[in-house]
C-alpha cells in the first residue's frame, strides 16, 4: 500500500510525494519542509498552506516553518 500528498496552486502541481505505508506527522512534516521550498510570506503568492484536522498535521515544528 502507498500513501501520495500533494501540493497544488491555481496553476497546477506545485510538488508531490509517496510513501510506501501510511504518512505521519514526521513524514509529512519532511514533505512540507523540503518540497516546499517555494512558498513565500503572506500576501505574496504561493503564501498560503490550507490544512484539515488530520492528525498527521499535528506537529509542533510544522509551526516553526
Known sequence: ???LV?????EGYMAAHVVEGS???ETFYEFIATKLLYMNPFPA???MLVLNICR??????????
Open 1 to 3: 500500500r502507498y500513501s
Open 6 to 10: 500533494t501540493a497544488i496552486t491555481t
Open 23 to 25: 504518512f505521519d506527522s
Open 45 to 47: 503568492e504561493r503564501s
Open 56 to 65: 498527521i498535521h499535528h506537529n509542533e515544528e510544522l509551526y516553526d516553518l
